[in-house]
């Protein structure tokens, strides 16, 4: 029986992570909302794991149109993670998608874009159901 070593590994890695970051700042709120962006960061890659590991299985039409769905929802969640990073080092700090007017280019452009290919993946996926009828 195959066992799912994922959520074990979450645990594991929360709780290695929630005593040296809640300890080192106890007098502030700071290390709270810094767990919370870590935390944030664990279960966004779970989530992009999952959808495409749950997507693998799948082939034709309805394969094609689930990895672009996964791709979409990929491509927001970057603008997550920037978000994320860019709380945790620091306003006025590089983060992976620059900074300045690039940064905020980005920061526009991502979820609309990530929207775009989400349309076109459920677009594949309702013209196949279609079909089926």
């Known amino acids: 029986m195959k066992r799912n070593i994922f959520l074990p590994l979450i645990a594991l890695s929360l709780l290695l992570i929630a005593?040296?970051?809640?300890?080192?700042?106890?007098?502030?709120?700071?290390?709270?909302?810094?767990?919370?962006?870590?935390?944030?960061?664990?279960?966004?890659?779970?989530?992009?794991?999952?959808?495409?590991?749950?997507?693998?299985?799948?082939?034709?039409?309805?394969?094609k149109a689930l990895k672009t769905i996964g791709f979409g929802i990929l491509i927001l969640s970057i603008n997550v993670i920037d978000e994320v990073i860019e709380s945790l080092a620091g306003f006025g700090s590089e983060t992976i998608l620059g900074e300045g007017l690039v940064h905020d280019v980005f920061h526009e452009a991502l979820p609309l874009l990530g929207f775009i290919v989400l349309a076109f993946g459920l677009s594949k996926l309702t013209k196949f159901i279609k079909t089926i009828k």
Do not use: D, H, K, R
């Open 19 to 63: 005593g040296p970051v809640l300890a080192a700042e106890e007098e502030s709120q700071a290390g709270i909302v810094t767990f919370i962006n870590l935390v944030t960061l664990v279960v966004v890659g779970g989530i992009i794991y999952n959808i495409f590991a749950g997507v693998g299985g799948f082939g034709g039409v309805v394969g």
